[in-house]
């Protein structure tokens, strides 16, 4: 959601710098390192640190857990026992344009392929936001209604009395009117089985111009509506936490089961409806010319007009119509449905696999909003189908409405101004099924970085990522800010920062360190390995050490766990003969490795190198110590540069500025 990232991160008034492009050596050069006197304590007689650096990455019971169960593996991949439930479901659903109102009667058919029985279903009922006494976050609705109405529940094919609050050995339900509702079971559900869950329900699309936040508004007047969240879905529930029952507050998305979507939708005839999945009866719903139309989309990257604005594309008998739409594998369903869409298509063409379409559906009034977005929508679909891993979905669809960045899977409401970053979502979580609940960074976070790679591309550059991580000393120990690993549900105002922000500045950061090509390469196979599948931070950080050949238990600590940076500065440069020691100190608790930029006078003595030197065309010289050199507690740090006798004109400490320092100034030598 690009808006509201923008919003908050502006707020915060974070600058990001862009450089130079830069590939640090993947392999950590040995240290020269001498001794420095440790202090003792006076107290007690005993040497202590000056600082104790933190080198494991903590673990808590649910990860343990899922450890000693073999469902995760510390490589970061999925261990021999790792299990997901699957959701299929079979929806029809009616829009009534005179109140606003979509009527669905579903089936959720749910494959329990754990080790555990259920004796209980939690339900996501998101619409019940809308009700004027639940709890929500900073998002406020554009209308308050009555929220998801549910009229009838069955589990098993045994009815479940909605009045009934009796105990005894029925099923009964609670919570309908909050935004998680659960099923208590008089019989559970056995490992390895499945039961069928019927939901019949309503609820009025919010609409007005008094809504704030995503989501909050989903029609324009009853002309256009753009449903999401909006039906009954069953909860996630996983290997770490069981239940997922984490109340929906607003700004914070989903964590989705995956399974296959069979969903009809009864709409006033003439109306074009686009959605997740493939159109199963085009025959019966648009013309001959509009099909004529699709047919030729592939063919080209050329933009067609499929319905233009004065066109009947659309078949218009009678009063209604339904439109029949299919996605298999997939962890959610969103649609929308106009009286007068226009719509566009184009094609991308996605390695390995070949062309599929892009359907953009908008407003006549709103054209200009959608001139670039095919071309903008087709390059993020390539480029990060060649980053990552190809595009896995038949289709995408923008869709226009009052949401204007919000994603789901094969469906952006978007239009060009977030088309790349909204497309990016479809790799996490609509591929990567990240928790985005409890840890968005997994998906905002990485979808901000890779933005900034898609970006550079698009314009014919060369990525930078410098100066990023260095900007995060500017943030640090802010009061407000939460951990990455504080649940993003209940990050408060800084939510924006902890979930967009701060994980570009930590992959900034680790690019310093080892190469940004090593990290993409790491996310790359990241991806593949836990394709459809439900990743942990945990999981994340273990697969990125093993991948990088590292043990990084300190990188990851610091930066998931704690709100510290590295505070670096040059303190001190004595020379003796050809031999310069340069002093470099660290205030905060945050390590990293000393990186010093070396310029040399223009003339005098051939310039030896140094084993840990790397010599750049520019005739100066990047000399790096790894970040061990500070795991015995100092604070300073001796390097001793020599080079044969060469004149150094100037010193410069993390020269790519991606280590986290609140102030730069004291970097460079003389001062």
Known sequence: MRSLATALLGSLALSFACVSSRTEPEAEPLADVEAVPEPRSEAAGATLPERAIRRDIPLTGAIRKAFAAGTRDRSGRPGPNYWQLRTDFAIEARIERETQTIHGTESIRVHNTSTAELDELVLRLDHNIYRPRVPRGSSVPAETTGGMVVTRVAVGGEEIDLESRGRGRRNRVRGLDRTVARIRLATPVPPQSEVTLEIDWHTKLPGGSGGSGHRMTQRWDDTLFQPTQWFPRLAKYDDLRGWDTNPYLGPAEFYNNFGTFDVRLDVPAGWIVSATGVLQNPEEVLTRATRERLARVLDSDAEITIVGPDEEGVVADGERLVWHYVAELVNDFAWATAENYVWHATRATIPGKGPIPIHMVFLPERAKRFERAGAISRHALEFYSELWAPYPFPQLTLQDGPSAGMEYPMVINSNQGAADHEVAHQWWPMMVGTNETWYGWMDEGLNTYMNTLSGAHAD????????????????????????????????????????????????????????????????????????????????????????????????????????????????????????????????????????????????????????????????????TWPADVWFDGRRSFEAHLDFGGRAIEKITLDPHGRFPDANSDDNVWPR
């Not at 410098?466 to 993003?488: A, I, L």
């Not at 991948?547 to 590295?566: I, K, P, Q």
Request: hydrophobic content about 40%; glycine content about 12%.
């Open 460 to 623: 014919g550059k060369e990525p930078s990522l410098d100066g990023r991580g260095q900007s995060y000393g500017r943030m640090s120990g802010n009061e407000w800010e939460p951990t990455m690993m504080w649940v993003s549900n209940y990050g408060g105002p800084m939510y924006g920062f902890q979930t967009y922000g701060k994980a570009s500045m930590m992959l900034s950061m680790l690019g310093g360190i080892y190469g940004d090509e090593a990290v993409q390469r790491a996310i790359s196979d990241y991806t593949h390995a836990w394709s459809f599948k439900h990743p942990s931070p945990w999981d994340f950080a273990f697969f990125l050490n093993e991948a990088l050949g590292a043990d990084l238990g300190w990188f990851w600590y610091y930066w998931l766990f704690t709100t510290e940076s590295v505070d670096g500065s040059i303190e001190d440069v004595a020379t003796a003969g050809s031999r310069l020691t340069v002093t470099v100190r660290q205030d905060g608790q945050m390590p990293s490795p000393v990186v010093l930029a070396v310029e040399f006078a223009p003339e005098g003595q051939e310039i030896v190198p140094m084993a840990n030197a790397e010599m750049r065309g520019d005739g100066t010289a990047i000399v």
